[in-house]
């Protein structure tokens, strides 16, 4: 990364798969799978990392959210252990996510905006223009950059992750080297998330439940799904193509 390391937050982007798909065709759905990922990451918030300097600031941008960490962290075990939670929680409700872990530096930036608009602005961000509203983000940086680029480069539900953020990354922890690096969500064990589900209220999904939620996904909606998405996530979570029914 261009700054030093040392002195970045990490950084999680994570949005729901096929959100624009879903939108369009069943709006209900849509929201009920974004409410789900906004109510899990407000429990992590709320009853997980509540204080600093565990707390976490998370900002909605679209159908995803920026998860972005308090200091500094030489490891990504938390943002690694979050995402497991999290991916795996939804996943047990139908829901598939796609997730991003890097790092960088990240504030709010309301001071570099005119001063004769942000005056006419209420507590939400919202700015009256004649009978119309403009709203404002008020935070943004490398933080949120660089996870949103990461996630972009490769379809799929998968986990990618930025090893280039961190001073190490934790034993056990198994990387799938390429362009980009990817983490095996479904299968991975991760001593932190038993924790992080009990204590923020989520459902505690085994490797083998996991599995199995993926593989009833792919097999339910395959029809609204292309080859390459379908490809990404099998290969990137080391699971075998036969799992899944023909066409």
């Not at 972005?68 to 990504?76: A, Q, R």
């Not at 404002?136 to 950059?145: D, N, P």
Request: glycine share 8%; charged share 20%; with cysteine.
């Amino acid at each position: 990364m261009e700054q030093n390391r040392n002195q970045n937050r990490w950084s999680i982007w994570i949005d729901i798969e096929g959100f624009s798909n879903l939108y369009r065709s069943n709006e209900t759905r849509a929201f009920r799978a974004l409410g789900e990922l906004m109510r899990a990451l407000s429990n992590l918030g709320s009853k997980v990392f509540p204080k600093s300097p565990e707390r976490l600031f998370i900002h909605q941008f679209g159908d995803g959210f920026i998860i972005v960490s308090d200091f500094p962290e030489e490891s990504p075990t938390r943002p690694i252990a979050i995402c497991l939670a999290v991916m795996r929680h939804l996943l047990n409700m139908g829901i598939v996510t796609k997730a991003a872990i890097s790092g960088g530096r990240f504030s709010d930036v309301t001071g570099c905006y005119p001063e004769s608009v942000l005056a006419k602005s209420d507590d939400f961000g919202r700015i009256p223009i004649g009978a119309g509203i403009m709203t404002i983000t008020k935070v943004t940086g490398t933080a949120l950059i660089a996870a949103y680029k990461l996630a972009s480069l490769r379809k799929g539900a998968v986990l990618l992750i930025d090893p280039n953020a961190f001073e190490f990354v934790p034993d056990g922890v198994t990387l799938q080297v390429g362009s980009p690096t990817t983490l095996d969500w479904i299968h991975l064990n991760h001593v932190e998330v038993t924790e992080i589900c009990e204590r923020g209220g989520l459902h505690k999904v085994e490797a083998c439940e996991a599995e199995e939620g993926l593989r009833n996904y792919i097999n339910k909606h395959k029809t609204e799904l292309s080859e390459e998405w379908i490809a990404s996530t099998l290969e990137n979570n080391n699971m075998p193509r036969s799992l899944i029914t023909p066409h």
